[in-house]
């Protein structure tokens, strides 16, 4: 295959100007070309919707673990890796995600809503009495342990036991990020250490007494010699937990924001003139809260017009193809009624985001019962974004919630 040169960068995607706003420069890798080098990493970023797209449903470009070397420094991070779906093509991949895939259909978590719609009120009601009328965190208090209560109440997870579960998370997403140090690989060590260790505990405890939950199903799915070992139990349970919530949180926080700064677009939300569920989609687009996805080429392919050699990586730059004005019409402008808004915040192809119909109707609920509660609410300063691109989302948000003060 002949390769002709490719349009390079040597853009830091760890620096803070980039990761404070990527969108000007993921515009000019755009106009580069749909696929371009990325000089410091050797990556080749796929910048554009239609090539994004592509490159996610091609089978020639899969999910390929590697495990980090000195296995004896790295060996739990690896092994939590190397057995969960997300990390495998298929047939593997087929045989771990049917397992878990009848939890999230729509009919199931459909009837989740009752009981997520009580835990948003619940945490609304703590908020409500918390507060001595100044500004609130809601990242803290709303958007952090609404879906991680959620998914842990589908798993079964000990509402006593939840309490690291966030910063374990948090600990090992971080090693995703591009320029990861010393000091955050230790920390994702430890983390994948301790949470291996709580869920086989777990696991331990639900072969001695079942309960209704998706642990018990996946330990009954084990047990029968043919569906999970149990390194793959203990991954797929971790995977569930960190994927369950991690993007929920992000999306609430970004989208929140947009909307706070765009009054004109939460008048048509709370006016009820754009339905919730609608302004989600928009949410999810114009501020993606998973930015890049890598995947290596298993053969010689071409991704948008340009040939990719076998062994090269490759990585889909999500909240880019979410900004392309071949697709979105005025894509930068943050518009709640957007339609038709074939965003790609949830993946597309065998690694489509197993979870998107719990995560749409978790933003859905979130978003309409703070709104129905507090519709004044305004942003009380500057908010706090993480440090990180690849996950991209706030630490803080503090709103005023009965409006300015």
Known sequence: MHAPALPATALDLAGADFVNDPYPELSRLRKLGP???????????????????????????????????PEQTYGPFNTLHRNQMMEHEP?????????????????????????????????????ANATSGGPVDVVAGYAEPLPVAVIADLLGIPAADRAPLRDWSQAIVRMYEVGRTPLVEAAAIAASTDFATYVRDLVAERRQRPSDDLLTDL?????????????ELVATVVLLLNAGHEASVNAFGNGLVDLLRHPEQLARVTSGAVPVAAAVAELLRHDAPLQLFE?????????????????????????????????????????????????????????????????????????????????????????????TFVLRGYARVDVSLEGPR
């Not at 609920?365 to 519709?375: F, G, K, T, V, Y």
């Open 295 to 387: 995947r290596t080429a298993t053969d010689d392919v071409e991704v948008g017009g340009v040939p990719v050699r076998r062994g090269a990586q490759v990585a889909v730059l999500l909240g880019s193809a979410n900004r392309d004005d071949n697709v979105f019409a005025n894509a930068h402008r943050f518009d709640v009624g957007r339609d038709p808004n074939p965003h790609l915040g949830f993946g597309m192809g065998v690694h489509f985001c197993l979870g998107a119909p719990l995560a749409r109707m978790e933003l859905a609920i979130a978003l309409a019962a703070l709104l129905a509660r507090w519709p004044s609410l305004v942003l009380a300063g500057e908010p706090v974004r993480r440090p």
């Open 219 to 231: 330990v009954r799915g084990s047990d029968d010699g043919s569906q999970l070992s149990g390194e």
């Open 35 to 69: 696929v371009v080098r990325h000089e410091p990493t050797d990556l080749l970023l796929v910048t554009r919707h239609a090539a994004v797209g592509a490159a996610l449903r091609h089978r020639s470009l899969g999910r390929i673990w590697r495990d980090l070397e």
């Open 91 to 127: 047939p593997a991949h087929t045989r771990l995600r049917r397992l878990v895939a009848g939890a999230f259909a729509r009919g199931h978590v459909e009837r989740m809503r009752p009981r997520i719609e009580a835990l948003a009120d619940e945490l609304l009601d703590d908020i």
